[in-house]
């Protein structure tokens, strides 16, 4: 049966001076669909795709994150999100994830697993390895062909994440001025 938007109205308004009367609600009808997420853990996080930094509302249930949606109470985004934002829920539950370090040797063809200790260790070891290769303490100037002190190096670039938040970004360009990286730029700015 098709109903009007007035009927609608009316309806809304007959139950709840049903209510009124009463003080508590009736049975719920049969057809009354179920919160998905009711009882599930509620949390909330910042979309980590780009700048605009739209606010999320993250459902969970024992510990696997089960519907993601857009906050409605964030100042950015009031509750809605573009595609990228609204498809987040792949990222976390995808079976194409990778959940493993895969490493490939220079010329080799094929895939290792190998733990996180050993890719902090080697990602650590070939910074260094750069930095000692290409960091100059001076620098002659092209214009006036004097020697300045510069302390940096061009080997090696850092490009954050929307991801990251404001007090990340810091320590994130801090470490790499600290490293003498000149070269420091954002995804959420390109
Ligand atoms: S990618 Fe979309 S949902 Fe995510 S912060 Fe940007 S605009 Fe918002």
């Given at each position: 049966m098709a109903v009007s938007r007035r009927q609608f109205l009316q309806g809304g308004a007959l139950a709840a001076a049903g209510l009124a009367l009463n003080g508590k609600p009736g049975e719920a009808s049969v057809d009354a669909p179920q919160m998905r997420t009711k009882g599930l853990k509620v949390s909330t996080t910042i979309c980590p795709f780009c700048a605009v930094g739209c606010g999320l509302i993250v459902h969970t249930k024992n510990g696997k994150i089960v519907n993601i949606e857009g906050d409605?109470?964030?100042?950015?985004n009031q509750g809605s999100l573009c595609p990228k934002g609204g498809a987040l829920f792949q990222v976390a539950?995808?079976?194409?994830?990778?959940?493993k370090v895969m490493y490939r040797a220079p010329r080799s063809d094929k895939w290792e697993e190998k733990s996180w200790d050993w890719a902090l260790e080697r990602i650590a070891k070939r910074m260094k390895e750069t930095r000692d290769k290409t960091f100059k303490a001076t620098e002659v100037n092209k214009k006036d062909k004097k020697e300045y002190v510069v302390n940096r190096t061009e080997g090696l670039a850092f490009l954050g994440g929307a991801g990251l938040d404001n007090e990340e970004c810091y320590l994130w360009s801090k470490f790499g001025r600290a490293m003498g990286v000149a070269n420091l730029e954002h995804q959420a700015r390109l």
């Amino acid at each position: 049966m098709a109903v009007s938007r007035r009927q609608f109205l009316q309806g809304g308004a007959l139950a709840a001076a049903g209510l009124a009367l009463n003080g508590k609600p009736g049975e719920a009808s049969v057809d009354a669909p179920q919160m998905r997420t009711k009882g599930l853990k509620v949390s909330t996080t910042i979309c980590p795709f780009c700048a605009v930094g739209c606010g999320l509302i993250v459902h969970t249930k024992n510990g696997k994150i089960v519907n993601i949606e857009g906050d409605p109470d964030h100042p950015i985004n009031q509750g809605s999100l573009c595609p990228k934002g609204g498809a987040l829920f792949q990222v976390a539950n995808n079976e194409r994830r990778l959940q493993k370090v895969m490493y490939r040797a220079p010329r080799s063809d094929k895939w290792e697993e190998k733990s996180w200790d050993w890719a902090l260790e080697r990602i650590a070891k070939r910074m260094k390895e750069t930095r000692d290769k290409t960091f100059k303490a001076t620098e002659v100037n092209k214009k006036d062909k004097k020697e300045y002190v510069v302390n940096r190096t061009e080997g090696l670039a850092f490009l954050g994440g929307a991801g990251l938040d404001n007090e990340e970004c810091y320590l994130w360009s801090k470490f790499g001025r600290a490293m003498g990286v000149a070269n420091l730029e954002h995804q959420a700015r390109l």
